[in-house]
C-alpha cells in the first residue's frame, strides 16, 4: 500500500487525477513521487505536496486535509483509495471499478457519471452525486454511493443505473431528470425532489414536499422493495420493508415530462 | 530555401505517379532548382500536395453555438496545452479555432473552406478563421434564402439579383455562394420546408426551389466565380430524396454546380425502415454530367455533432432522437440548427449511410469530380479521413466491414460487391488536386513549378494501418510547420476573397431596404477589408 500524506491544505485546488490504483499499482514509491498533478494550470511533482511511503499495490491512503485535492481516484478500475480526512470535488468521478472509502467529508461531484464500483463517505457529501456532468445525457451508469451525513443539491441528477444511499437530510433537487436507478434517502429531503424524473426509483423514510406534477399511485409494500432490503443489509443499511412496520406510499411523476418515475414514502404503522 | 529529394511524388495535376524526383522551394513557391538551404532526405516517402477541404464547418456563429452546447464533448476532447510555439486548445468534435489549425496541417491539410457563412455574422466567421493558423481559408456565402434575392427572383428582376449577389459576396468578403435547402430554411420561418422543387416557396407565389438553384447556378456562372454553385439539396437526409437530388442535377444541366455532401442526398425508400442506397443511381446520372462536381460527406459511426442552416431538417432530426437541439434565426437571410448526434453501426440508418458515402466515392468514376469529405462535423469530424481513406484503398477491410452491419443493412447497399480499390494517385485527387481545381485555385492541388509550396509527406511504409494519419512533414508556403509529429512553426493563413464587378448604383437599391428590415445599419453591414489579415483578393472581370 502507498500511502501520500498532505503537506499543507493548497490555496487553490489540487487536481490530481494520477491518484488512482490503476496508475499506481505498478510503480515504485519514488515513480508516485514524480506523478504529475496541477496547481491551477502549472504541473508539479506529487512529493511537492505529499510525502510519499510505502510499497506499490492495490491499495491507495490519502491522509491530512485533502479538502482540496480534486479528482482522486478518477476513472479507476479497481483497487481501493482510503482517504483519511476529507476529499475534494469529482472524487470517485468516471469510475469503472474498485472502492473508494472517505473518512469524513467529500465535496460536490463525487461519483459523477461512474459506471462500477462503490463509494462509501463516512461524514458529508456536497452536491450532484453521481450526477451528469453539464450537457451530458446521463449521470452514473452503475455502482453504488453511500454517504452517512447529509448531501447536497442535485444528488443522483440524470443518473441511469446504480444506487445512491444517503442517509441525512439532502437538499433541493434529488433525482432531478432522472432516468433510471434508485437513490436512497434515510434522512428526507428538501424542496423538488424527483422533477424531470422520467424513470427509477427514489425511496424516502421522512416525508417530503412533492411537486403537483406527482400523482397517489398505491399504498402497499412491493416485492421490489424486499429484494432491495436484502441487497442494503449486505451493505450495511437497513430499511423497512414488512407489513406490520408500515406502507410505502407511491407517487408517479414527473408529469411535467412526462416520465414515469416513482418516488416512495414510507408511513410506518401508527 | 528548401529542397525535398528522392521522395515519390504524387502530384495527379501533372500526371506524376509515384515518380521518384526531387523538388524545390524558394519564397513560398516551388521552382525548378535552389542552390543551398535545407534539405530533406524523402527517401522512403510519397510527396503529396497539401489537402485541400472543399466542404467543412470550422469558424462562425453557428459553430461556435454548438460549442457551446456541447460541454460533454469537450471534457472528452484531447486538449492541446499551451507551449510557446502554440496556443491552448481542444479537439473532438467542434475543435477551437488554434486547434483546428494544427490538427487539419498535423493531418497534411493546407486549405480549408468554410462551407456556410450567413453575411450578417460574417465578421465572426472572419475573426475566428484569423485565429485558424497555418491553412488558407476561404468562404461560401449562405444566399439560397436571402429574402432580397428571392424578391428579386419573385419580381422576374434577374439582372438586379445578380447586382444584388455580387455586392452580397463581396459585402461578406467571400469566395463562393452556397445554397442550402433552397426556399427550405425561409419556409422555416413559417414553420414549413421546401419539400418539392416545383412548388412555390411559402410567401412567395413564382419562386420555386428550382428556380432559386437555376438562377443562382446561372448567377454565379455569370459573374464568372472560380467555384461554381456550391449546392445542399432540399430534402437533405430524408428517405427516398435521390428523385430530388436527380430532379435538381437536371435543374443544373447548363450550368457549373458543385453538390455538397451528396452521400446525404442519395437515399431510396419511403420511410426509416425501407431506407436503401440510391447512390448508384447518383452516380450513374453523375458520371454522365461533367457540369458537377460533388464531395462525399461521408459518414463514420462515433459521436459528431450536426450543424446546418437547414433549420426544419434540424427539427425532424430532434424530434427523431430527442437529442438536444439549438436553433438560430438569421434574420432575412438564413437560419440554423444543431443537434449533437452518435452514428451506430447496428442502426439500419446510420449503416445504409455509412455505405451511401463509400459507394459514392467508389461508383464515381472521376476521381476529378469526387472529393474527400465528412461535412465536419456532421457526418464524422475531418481529423478521421484517414480512417475513410484507408477503406477506399482496401477492398477486404471494407468487406469485413460490411459483414458487420445488421444484416438488413447489409441487403441495401451494394458497397460489398465494389471491387475498386483507390491509388496513391487518386488518393491524391480526391483530397488535393481535384477540389483545388473545383474551387479554381490554380496555385494548390499541384507540384509544378509556380505552385504555392504546400507538401505533405509521409513514409510510404507507415507502422500503423492508416498511412495519412502521421506525416513525416507538413510544408505550408515553403515552411516545414509540421515536423516529427509537432507542429513547429505558427504560421498565419491567407483568405482567398472574390470582388465581383457590380454597379455602385446597386447600394441606393439596398440602403432602404436595411433600413426597413434589418436590425444592422447598411453602414455596418458589409465586412471591412482592413478586418482582415492575409487577404488575397481576385478581381473578377465576368460581366454581363
Known amino acids: 500500500m502507498i500511502t501520500l500524506t498532505l503537506k499543507e491544505r493548497t490555496a487553490v485546488p489540487l487536481e490530481a487525477e494520477s491518484l488512482s490504483p490503476d496508475v499506481t499499482a505498478n510503480l515504485s514509491c519514488d515513480a508516485v513521487r514524480a506523478l504529475p498533478v496541477l496547481l491551477g494550470k502549472h504541473p508539479y511533482r506529487v512529493d511537492e505536496f505529499f510525502d510519499v511511503e510505502g510499497e506499490a499495490g492495490d491499495e491507495l491512503a490519502i491522509r491530512g486535509d485533502a479538502g482540496n485535492v480534486k479528482w482522486i481516484g478518477r476513472g479507476m478500475t479497481r483497487g481501493k483509495i482510503a482517504v483519511e480526512g476529507n476529499a475534494g470535488m469529482h472524487l470517485g468521478a468516471y469510475m469503472k471499478g474498485g472502492t473508494i472509502e472517505v473518512s469524513a467529508n467529500a465535496s460536490d461531484w463525487v461519483g459523477a457519471e461512474m459506471s462500477g464500483g462503490s463509494i462509501h463517505i463516512h461524514g458529508n ?49 434529488a433525482g432531478l431528470q432522472m432516468k433510471g436507478g434508485s437513490i ?87 | 530555401m528548401l529542397r525535398i529529394t528522392g521522395g515519390k511524388v504524387y502530384d495527379p495535376a501533372n500526371g506524376i505517379d509515384g515518380v521518384v524526383k526531387d523538388i524545390s522551394i524558394a519564397d513560398g513557391r516551388i521552382v525548378a532548382a535552389v542552390d543551398g538551404g535545407r534539405v530533406i532526405d524523402a527517401r522512403g516517402m510519397i510527396v503529396f500536395p497539401g489537402g485541400v477541404d472543399i466542404h467543412t464547418h470550422v469558424a462562425g456563429a453557428a459553430l461556435n453555438f454548438a460549442r457551446a452546447m456541447t460541454p460533454e464533448n469537450h471534457r472528452q476532447a484531447t486538449a492541446f496545452l499551451h507551449t ?18 494544427y490538427l487539419y496541417a498535423g493531418m497534411g491539410y493546407t486549405t480549408v473552406v468554410e462551407a456556410a457563412v450567413p453575411i450578417l455574422s460574417a465578421k465572426h466567421t472572419h475573426e475566428e478563421l484569423r485565429d485558424t ?29 445578380k447586382e444584388v449577389v455580387a455586392w452580397l459576396i463581396w459585402a ?10 433552397p426556399g427550405g430554411v425561409t419556409a422555416w420561418k413559417w414553420g414549413k420546408d421546401a419539400k418539392t422543387l416545383s412548388e412555390p416557396v411559402v410567401g412567395y407565389s413564382n419562386v ?49 454546380a458543385h453538390m455538397a455532401h451528396l452521400q446525404f442526398h442519395s437515399y431510396g425508400g419511403a420511410d426509416w425502415h425501407t431506407m436503401r442506397s440510391e447512390a448508384a443511381a447518383i452516380a450513374e446520372y453523375f458520371n454522365a454530367h461533367p457540369n458537377l462536381t460533388c464531395d462525399a460527406g461521408a459518414i463514420l459511426f462515433g459521436n459528431a455533432v450536426t450543424i446546418t442552416a437547414d ?59 469526387v472529393f474527400l469529405t465528412t461535412d465536419h462535423p456532421n457526418g464524422a469530424c475531418f481529423w478521421r479521413y484517414p480512417e475513410i481513406i484507408h477503406l477506399l484503398m482496401h477492398a477486404d477491410v471494407r468487406r469485413e466491414r460490411v459483414k458487420k452491419l445488421p444484416a438488413k443493412a447489409q441487403s441495401r447497399t451494394t458497397l460489398g460487391d465494389l471491387d475498386r480499390e483507390y491509388s496513391l494517385l487518386d488518393i491524391a485527387t480526391i483530397t488535393s488536386a481535384g477540389p483545388a481545381r473545383a474551387l479554381g485555385l490554380a496555385n494548390k492541388g499541384r507540384l509544378g513549378i509556380g505552385a504555392d509550396a504546400d ?34 512553426k505558427m504560421s498565419e493563413g491567407r483568405e482567398f476573397i472574390v470582388q465581383p464587378t457590380y454597379d455602385g448604383a446597386i447600394e441606393e437599391y439596398l440602403r432602404p431596404l436595411f433600413q426597413q428590415y434589418y436590425t444592422m445599419s447598411f453602414e455596418n453591414y458589409p465586412v471591412e477589408l482592413e478586418r482582415l489579415e492575409g487577404a488575397d483578393v481576385r478581381q473578377l472581370d465576368g460581366h454581363g
Open chain 1, 184 to 270: 436512497f434517502l434515510l434522512g428526507g429531503a428538501e424542496l423538488r425532489t424527483g422533477a424531470w424524473m422520467i424513470r427509477g426509483t427514489i425511496v424516502t423514510l421522512k416525508e417530503v414536499p412533492l411537486l403537483p406534477t406527482f400523482a397517489h399511485d398505491y399504498d402497499g409494500n412491493p416485492v421490489f422493495m424486499r429484494l432491495m432490503a436484502r441487497h442494503l443489509q449486505a451493505l450495511g443499511i437497513s430499511i423497512p420493508c414488512e407489513p406490520h412496520e408500515g406502507t410505502y406510499q407511491c407517487h408517479s411523476g414527473d408529469s411535467a415530462v412526462p416520465g414515469r418515475g416513482e418516488i416512495l414514502v414510507w408511513r410506518p404503522v401508527g
Open chain 2, 84 to 101: 510557446p510555439e502554440r496556443r491552448a486548445g481542444l479537439g473532438g468534435q467542434t475543435p477551437t479555432t488554434f486547434a483546428t489549425g
Open chain 2, 208 to 256: 420555386t426551389p428550382a428556380k432559386i438553384i437555376a438562377s443562382l447556378a446561372h448567377i454565379v456562372d455569370q459573374l464568372g466565380l472560380p467555384h461554381p454553385l456550391h449546392l445542399h439539396c432540399n430534402n437533405l437526409g430524408v428517405p427516398g430524396n435521390v428523385a430530388t437530388t436527380l430532379e435538381t442535377m437536371k435543374v443544373l444541366e447548363g450550368n457549373r
Open chain 2, 455 to 488: 507538401l505533405a509527406i509521409y513514409n510510404e511504409k507507415p507502422d500503423g494501418e492508416l498511412l495519412f494519419r502521421y506525416p513525416r512533414y507538413v510544408i505550408k508556403g515553403g515552411e516545414i510547420v509540421v515536423e516529427e509529429g509537432e507542429i513547429r
Open chain 2, 311 to 369: 433549420g426544419p431538417w434540424q427539427h425532424l432530426l430532434h424530434q427523431l432522437t430527442g437529442k438536444k437541439w439549438g436553433n438560430l434565426d438569421v434574420e432575412n437571410e438564413t437560419g440554423c440548427g444543431i443537434v449533437p448526434y452518435t452514428y451506430k453501426g447496428s442502426n439500419l440508418v446510420n449503416a445504409v449511410q455509412w455505405a451511401v458515402g463509400l459507394e459514392l466515392l467508389l461508383l464515381i468514376d472521376d476521381p476529378w469530380r
Open chain 2, 172 to 181: 461578406a468578403k467571400g469566395y463562393g455562394v452556397k445554397a442550402v435547402n
Open chain 2, 133 to 161: 493558423p497555418i491553412v488558407d481559408k476561404g468562404c461560401c456565402v449562405l444566399m439560397a434564402n436571402n429574402e432580397i434575392v428571392l424578391d428579386l427572383l419573385e419580381a422576374g428582376e434577374i439582372e438586379r439579383a
Open chain 1, 125 to 173: 457529501a456536497g452536491g450532484q452525486i453521481g450526477a451528469g456532468y453539464r450537457g451530458s445525457p446521463k449521470g452514473m451508469t452503475g455502482g453504488t454511493v453511500i454517504v452517512d451525513g447529509a448531501a447536497g443539491l442535485e444528488v443522483g441528477m440524470r443518473m441511469r443505473r446504480g444506487i445512491i444511499v444517503v442517509r441525512g437530510p439532502v437538499r433541493d433537487f
